[in-house]
């Protein structure tokens, strides 16, 4: 089974700043990954499919990169908004396995 | 507008059986697969149970392998998930999610609208 791990566990950064938020997969996984964001009490939100493609609606500010092994999510310029656990996660084998999430706290 | 909502959630004890309905509404419902995720209390996303757009095909976490099953009726745009001999860990939120593009299983595994989750608590 591939394993997914994310870092940092949590993130805390200033409105204005960008963030980079790292997924790892034990295996190769091509370009099979994406990204959801989630807050409290919502549902959950899919940003990013395929590594890098974003989801209907989504706001260029979010944007993903990599291949193989090693995928990044970007928020180019953090708001209050945008405070949430973010989750990678695969599709390309069942069980369709999320990574342990990323928090992301605004200063 | 795409819409999924999840009902039947509730207390129960140990052992026992509930059922969860999801009711779906802004697409064409046979047409895509769909699955249930749950989150435990502080806890990650994690699967549970997907089924392809004509139920021919249904896959299960080997957490839940024999004592849930996923099922859909199209003609009512409506998918369930019966749950029985349940555990303590089986305490979650569960979310009801569509596929993005697939009808079948093979290219499924991307959740492109969840709904807002209904709560299982297992306890005595």
């Known amino acids: 089974e ?13 409105p204005g700043e960008r963030a980079t938020l790292s997924c790892r997969a034990s295996q190769n996984v091509n370009t099979y990954l994406a990204w959801y964001q989630h807050k409290p009490g919502q549902a959950p939100r899919l940003l990013i499919y395929d590594a890098s493609n974003r989801a ?17 999510l970007t928020i180019s310029s953090l ?23 990323t928090k992301v706290d605004i200063k | 507008e ?8 509730g207390l129960v004890q140990p052992g026992g059986s509930l059922r969860l309905s999801c009711a779906a509404s802004g697409f064409t419902f046979s047409g895509y697969a769909m699955s249930w995720v749950r989150q435990a209390p502080g806890k990650g996303l994690e699967w549970v149970s997907s089924t392809s757009g004509s139920a021919d095909s249904t896959y299960y976490a080997d957490s839940v392998k024999g004592r849930f099953t996923i099922s859909r009726d199209n003609s009512k745009n409506t998918l369930s998930l019966q749950m029985s001999s349940l555990r303590a860990e089986d305490t979650a939120v569960y979310y009801c999610a569509k596929d993005r593009i697939s009808r ?4 499924a595994g ?15």
């Open chain 2, 110 to 124: 991307v959740f492109d609208y969840w709904g807002q989750g209904t709560l299982v608590s297992v306890s005595s």
């Open chain 2, 104 to 107: 079948s299983l093979a290219g």
């Open chain 2, 2 to 9: 795409v819409q999924v909502l999840e009902s039947g959630g």
């Open chain 1, 2 to 14: 591939i394993v997914l791990t994310q870092s940092p566990a949590t993130l805390s950064l200033s």
């Open chain 1, 79 to 101: 708001e209050p908004d945008d405070c949430a656990v973010y989750y990678c996660q695969l599709r390309s084998n069942w069980p369709p396995s999320f990574g342990p999430g």
């Open chain 1, 56 to 72: 209907t609606g989504i706001p260029a500010k979010f944007s993903g990169s990599g291949s193989g092994t090693d995928f990044t």
